[in-house]
Structures are given as structure tokens and as C-alpha cells.
């Protein structure tokens, strides 16, 4: 395994032959044709020349023409926990600190009504809006709670990983650091504000030894100049959430200065911050930090699969690799340029390790019963997906605490559609 959730440790067993799409094989590149997928993974890609594919008996085919197939999106950074929470801020403020100490004393009664959601509810919650917009894969900055190794959970969690919150209040770094698993990342937040306190973390996570080709930073947004050469010199990888930073502190990511680093992946953070899912966040950071859309597409798939240390196939679509797939109308535009307007919305088909994951209505017409079976429906906004997941349950357990009707993931109501 490659530090993935046990859910997709193996794979789908059945083989499925998706027909019919292009499929992107890179932010500027696609091509039209067949994916054969095996045991989970891609075993075969073939121009919509080729002769039809030899197939396995009980083989599942898809008819997926007029779409576009991306590979699954990599959500370098969330707190699956809060996806039930609003945004909860009375910004600006100066440090992260700040911003923690003031939500807790201006809104308490808020916390701790979305508190009393059972944690396994709410990262449920989380592993499905990911889902909803495409996200395969995500790095979950938190202790691996037993839901996000479940069989049956939504996406991939990484699994093999280390973190700490922050210099401040990640307690003893270097312990945790030293028991992280060997050849794995290293994660923590850093920087995340605009003051003094904020700049000097990368110094004090520097005396401490603690910066090296392992280390992932997260947010990055008071690193300088000086900042910015050590993390190359160190071999550094950072994530920035740039909807976060402009919510809690008015700024936003200096991308010209901190594009430097080799290895830098957008992360969604959460709602108590950020500006919607994973799609909102790479609209937000293309519109507001000047990133280019194809920097952005590397900056959710290839990149992150890096920093991850995602060995099989992440981030692309290739033979040998994972069958994630996520697909789209295809409106003759490649994957990069279709970024700066994709929203939710327009994901209408997901699959992970060969398994449909999510379908719109119009798909689940075009899937044959084996595939749409565990499937059930979620309106959200006004559309209706089908999930593979206990949709039903979720919401009835959920309302028990929050009330008939209240359930939003962000700002997105939902509710079984009638």
C-alpha cells in the first residue's frame, strides 16, 4: 500500500472498461479513447482507434461519451471533522493563535452544538464533500480516527504520515518527528499569519531540526525572501490554502515568491475557514493569487502526490496506475483551462480503485445495475448525487443533533431527495 486508507488497499475486483471519453493525460493534453481497469488499477489505455478490448467474464462497461475523465484531485490539507461547521471568524487577525482564542470566546454556543456530532459523523461528513468535487485523496491533519481506515469510507485517507498541529501547540516536535514512518511526510503548520509570531516559526522549526526533505509546511503565508531560500535549501515541500489565509487574516500567499519552491500543492483546510470545497479553493486561488491554471492543475494532482509520497499512480492517468477517475462534460476545452470555472456542480462521475464512487442522474442512467448497487442519493444545492455511502443514516443521526433540515456541508444544504 502506499500510505493509503485500507478501503482501497486492494481494489475492485471486477474489471471495467470506461468507453467513449477523452481522457487528459496531462493540464494541456488529452486524448480520446478506452481505459481497461483491473484489480483496480489501469491496465489498459487504448485510442479510440484501436480494435474493442478482450475482456474478463462479468466485465463492467461504461459508456462515458461526451465527458472528459480527469484523474481523481489530491486534497493536500483538511480537518475532516469540521466539514459540518460554518466559517467562524471576526477577522482580521494577526496569528492563528489569535484566531482560536477569539472563536472560542465569541462563539461558543456554535462549537459546541457541532461538537456534539459524533466525530465519526462528521469525518464521514468530510470524506463526502470531497467526494462531491472530485477529490479522491486527502491528507487529513488530525489523528487517523478508526472511521478514515474503514473498508467502506468515501475516499482515500493517507495513512502513513506524521504530523503535529504547530510550533506552538503541537507539543514535543521532535518526538512526533522522530515517529513518523521512515521515508514519510512530516506535516505541520507553519507561518499561518502576519505578524512577528508567524514569521519567526520557520526559524524556530529550524533550530529545532526539524526542516528537511521530509517536512511539509502548511500555509507559509509570513514566509520572506530569506524564508523562502532556506526551504530550498532544505528541500522543503509546502501547502498553501490561500481562501483560509484571505478569511482569517486579509492577505493572501505571495505565489511569485513562494512558487520557488519545488514542491508546492493547494489544500482545501476546512469550512470553519475556507471559502467551499477543493474546486472553490482552486478557483478562489487562480482568480486572487494570479496562479495559472496549469500550475494550479499540477498543484492538486502531480504535486501533492509528491509531497504525499503517493507511490501508485496518484494525480495521473497512466497504465499501472490507480483507477481514480473523475468525470466532467466535455466542452472541448483541456483540463487546465476547464479549472478557473469548474465547480461541484459539474462532477457527474467518480471512481476510485475501479469502484464508482459518486454518479449524477445522468450517469446512474448509463451504469449497469452491478455498478449502482450501495449507491444512494444526496440533494445538495439543488442537484442530486448518488454516493456510495450510507447517505440515509448519516442524515438521520445528524439531524438528531443539529435539526431536521440544518445539515450543511459549508455552506451547501442537504437532504434526501424527495
Known amino acids: ?11 475492485h475486483k471486477e474489471q471495467v472498461v470506461i468507453h467513449g471519453a477523452c481522457y487528459v493525460e496531462g493540464p494541456q493534453e488529452s486524448e480520446c479513447g478506452s481505459l481497461v481497469i483491473t484489480g483496480g488499477h489501469i491496465s489498459r489505455i487504448l485510442s479510440r482507434s484501436s480494435p474493442s478490448p478482450a475482456t474478463q467474464s462479468g466485465c463492467i462497461e461504461i459508456d462515458l461519451s461526451g465527458f472528459l475523465v480527469m484523474p481523481g484531485l489530491i486534497n ?9 461547521f460554518p466559517r467562524l471568524a471576526d477577522s482580521p487577525y494577526r496569528n492563528y493563535i489569535e484566531w482560536g482564542e ?68 503541537g507539543g514535543d516536535l521532535r518526538a512526533v518527528r522522530a515517529a513518523t514512518p521512515e521515508g514519510r511526510s512530516f506535516i505541520v503548520h507553519a507561518c499561518e499569519g502576519v505578524d512577528e509570531l508567524a514569521w519567526e516559526e520557520l526559524w524556530g522549526l529550524d533550530r529545532l531540526g526539524l526542516l528537511d526533505e521530509s517536512t511539509v509546511l502548511v500555509h507559509g503565508l509570513a514566509i520572506d525572501g530569506a524564508g523562502v531560500e532556506l526551504l530550498q535549501e532544505r528541500g522543503v515541500s509546502l501547502i498553501v490554502c490561500p481562501s483560509s489565509n484571505n478569511f482569517l487574516f486579509g492577505e493572501l500567499p505571495d505565489m511569485a ?10 489544500g482545501n483546510d476546512s469550512p470553519l475557514t475556507a471559502e467551499g470545497d477543493l474546486l472553490d479553493e482552486i478557483r478562489f486561488a487562480i482568480r486572487s493569487c494570479g496562479i495559472a491554471p496549469r500550475s494550479a492543475y499540477r498543484m492538486v494532482t502531480e504535486a501533492p502526490a509528491a509531497i504525499l509520497r503517493l507511490e501508485d499512480g496518484e494525480g495521473t492517468i497512466r497504465v499501472s496506475g490507480v483507477g481514480d477517475l473523475v468525470a466532467v462534460r466535455d466542452t472541448d476545452q483541456d ?84
Open 257 to 266: 515568491l513562494l512558487g520557488r519552491i519545488e514542491n508546492v500543492a493547494l
Open 102 to 169: 477569539d472563536i472560542h470566546q465569541k462563539f461558543p454556543d456554535v462549537i459546541a452544538k457541532h461538537r456534539a456530532v459524533p466525530k465519526g459523523l462528521r469525518v464521514w461528513w468530510g470524506g463526502i464533500r470531497n467526494l462531491l468535487c472530485g477529490a479522491t485523496t486527502v491528507s487529513h491533519h488530525n489523528p487517523l480516527f478508526p472511521e478514515l481506515q474503514r473498508s467502506d469510507f468515501p475516499v482515500r485517507v493517507v495513512q502513513q504520515y506524521g504530523w503535529a498541529h504547530s510550533l506552538a501547540l
Open 335 to 418: 483540463a487546465a483551462d476547464r479549472l478557473p470555472t469548474l465547480s461541484m456542480m459539474d462532477v457527474e462521475f467518480v471512481m476510485i480503485g475501479g469502484r464508482v464512487q459518486l454518479a449524477s442522474e445522468t450517469i446512474l442512467q448509463r451504469l449497469p445495475l452491478t455498478a449502482t448497487q450501495g449507491l444512494e442519493p444526496l440533494w445538495i444545492d439543488g442537484a442530486i448525487r448518488w454516493l456510495r455511502a450510507p447517505v440515509k443514516e448519516l442524515l438521520r443521526k445528524t439531524e438528531e443533533v443539529l435539526g431536521a433540515g440544518e445539515v450543511r456541508l459549508g455552506s451547501r444544504r442537504v437532504r434526501i431527495p424527495t
Open 1 to 11: 500500500m502506499s500510505g493509503y486508507a485500507r478501503a482501497f488497499g486492494v481494489g
Open 76 to 84: 493536500a490539507h483538511d480537518h475532516l471533522e469540521f466539514a459540518l
